[in-house]
């Protein structure tokens, strides 16, 4: 019933806020700043925005359920706390970008930066498509079309895959003690192969779910509907394939990144096991005369 519902998507996205949301910008907050050698913009911004994601994120669930028989205060209160919760997401990814402030040339040259810039960016993106996607008017059309798959995944591969790789290729060489990774050249290679997979995938979904939503407004003179479901389909299939492309190569430059990692790890041992065949030599205790 009703209250099943809500209770769904008041846990739904909750998930969305706490699991792929709240962690994550934790990983930005701590590898960012200390990736580009730069204090944080400021961290007084960064707890009101902890806190404002907090309170806000709970109460925008019913905006997944407009136009449906959940009450229209609950969905007006989703809706209303959504638009707001975007002031404190802008909040911690405009943080994020002001911290880059001075450090540009590093973005430029070092691939794991640019993965958490683009994270930064995507992390914004996404919260603004969803507080905007949230507005009754606005949802009239997105709602269960291929707008809101690429809206998911504009922040699960832009935003969450994004940061994950940047934290996991700052962290690899620390924990095995390597300058850098195996190869930069492929850390090079992954990035440009996830941001083209990313942007394929998010383009060809929009324009997709946007189609799909006109389409299916579209009534005849009769008060019918111009096109069918099957209508409808068809003219996603181009789209779908772009999917499907932008999907493959985002997953190339994930099989990229896992190689370069593996990589980094068997070097580490190799050189530690070379170190224990040949210690280096002590040097001889001075005595005194």
Known sequence: GVQDAMTQWWYGHNAVAFFLTAGFLGMLYYYLPKRAERPIYSYRLSIISFWGITFFYMWAGSHHLHYTALPQWVQTLGMTFSVM?????????????????????KVRDDATLRFMFVAAVFYGLSTFEGS?????????LSHYTDWTVGHVHAGALGWVAMITFG??????????????????????????LALAGTLIYVFAMWNSGIIQGLMWRTYNESGTLAYSFVDSLEAMHPYYIARAVGGLFFLVGTLVGCYNIWMTIRASRAAAVLEDDHPAPRPALETGS
């Not at 905007?132 to 009239?140: E, G, L, S, T, Y």
């Not at 934290?167 to 440009?192: C, D, G, N």
């Open 132 to 140: 905007f996607m949230a507005i009754r008017p606005v949802n009239a």
């Open 85 to 105: 919760l975007l002031v404190p997401s802008w909040a911690s990814a405009g943080n994020a970008l002001m911290t880059l402030n001075g450090a540009w040339h």
């Open 167 to 192: 934290a996991i290729y700052a962290s690899v060489p620390w924990l095995w003690k390597q300058k850098t990774m195996w190869s930069p050249r492929l850390v090079e290679v992954h990035f440009w």
